[in-house]
């Protein structure tokens, strides 16, 4: 008896308590992974919310938020539109420029750093040289681009962690890039997306807009004021590159909170988005895999095809592109967009069930994948009278 009781354990009674604890772990491994995505949702949250404080130090120091990236229209030979001196186009960069960016100055991304402690960043740049809207459109890369010290560094300089979701797959493999897009704008009232055939048309809520809303020259604030064929379908592959002038920060925007008569608690001041329009694997002359864009990126002006980066409107539903395109094809691709119009339209996330917003108040608030979609419309304008139910 008392050598079978100092025995060992059997190999079948090893077996039986290693398949005890491999259970175990199998039942503890979601719940381990859904607090490491609930912190890292927090810390997506926490990024809005620092960039929010710095979207509101900036206004504090100029009385207006940053506009989403500026357009130098006057040396561009654009002639002032309005009644106040010095308000230029504030719709589309002028068609035919080139891709390359003669007349692109700072985006949003880059004004508002010393607002957020980066002054040193910030320095680095000079916000009276032209920023590219795209890697391979700047100097030396495009022979026609001129010269700018911004377009070396703006590529070259890692974006600073604030501007990246820790929940993307690209985190820490592409740190040029970001997750945050202003908003340039809504859909409400006087334009929808007609649910059956996916054209931007007319709601019939106001008289119809006079054709010259569309064109870049237009001041509307209630509608969409650069569509270069109004009657575009919105689900092709290439989607459709609308900009937008009724939110808070749209093209050489100056809208300030007594701007925002719809109520700051009503209104976004910008979102997450998965669509960072990557191009994998690109390697530039020197060797160096890089973002297609990055952070620091403003528009790519081209005739009939404005591309803007960093900045977004509420046209299409949260996590629901308005191209030809799913969620599931999207976060296969890694973020990277299928067409410019779906990085321009709509706010999205790597979080399951929705995707967070910085709403003008400076509060960071879960918006679901559910939201009613013309409320989700009505918050992205800011001036437009729309009654904003429950969100």
């Given amino acids: ?98 891709n390359y960016g003669t007349y692109m100055r700072t985006p949003w991304t880059v004004s508002v750093l010393p607002y957020m402690e980066l002054t040193t960043l910030y320095q680095q740049f000079n916000t009276t040289l032209p920023f590219a809207g795209r890697f391979d459109y700047s ?55 007609n649910p059956t055939t996916y054209v931007l048309e007319p709601d019939g809520t106001v008289p119809e807009n006079a054709p010259t809303d569309n064109q870049p020259q237009s001041n509307n604030p209630l509608a969409p004021c650069y569509n270069p064929a109004p009657g575009n379908v919105l689900i092709p592959a290439n989607g459709n590159r609308i900009l937008w002038n009724n939110g808070v920060m749209y093209m050489n925007s100056s809208v300030n909170i007594g701007g925002i008569t719809d109520g700051t608690t009503n209104c976004i001041l910008g979102g997450e988005t998965m669509y960072v329009g990557l191009k994998r694997n690109y390697t530039n002359s020197t060797g160096t895999t890089q973002a297609w864009w990055g952070w620091a990126s403003t528009a790519r002006p081209q005739t009939g095809a404005i591309a803007a980066f960093n900045i977004s409107a509420t046209l299409c539903g949260i996590n629901q592109p308005c191209v030809s395109f799913t969620m599931a094809q999207a976060k296969q691709r890694q973020g990277a967009a299928k067409a410019h119009g779906m990085q321009m339209s709509g706010y999205s996330s790597w979080h399951d069930g929705g995707a967070n917003l910085l709403l003008c108040d400076g509060s960071v608030k879960l918006f679901s994948t559910n939201m009613d979609l013309i409320t989700h419309e009505l918050m992205g304008a800011i001036a437009d009278g729309g009654t904003i139910g429950e969100f």
């Fill in 1 to 98: 008896m008392l050598s079978r009781a100092r025995r060992g354990f059997t190999l079948i009674e090893l077996l039986v308590v290693i398949a005890i604890i491999a259970v175990l772990i199998s039942l503890l491994l979601p719940a381990v992974q859904q607090a490491r995505e609930a912190a890292r949702r927090t810390q997506c949250k926490n990024n809005l919310k620092q960039i929010g404080l710095g979207l509101h130090n900036y206004h504090d120091t100029f009385n207006v938020f940053p506009s989403s990236f500026s357009y130098d229209s006057k040396a561009a030979g654009m002639d002032a539109i309005g009644t106040q001196p010095g308000q230029y186009n504030t719709c589309a960069p002028l068609p035919g420029v080139g």
């Fill in 139 to 193: 100097a030396p890369f495009d022979a026609g681009a001129p010269a700018s010290t911004n377009y070396a560094f703006q590529f070259a300089a890692t974006g600073p962690p604030v501007y990246r979701c820790p929940s993307s797959p690209v985190y820490t493999s592409d740190k040029y890039v970001s997750n945050y897009a202003c908003n340039m704008g809504g859909g409400g009232p006087a334009f929808r997306i």
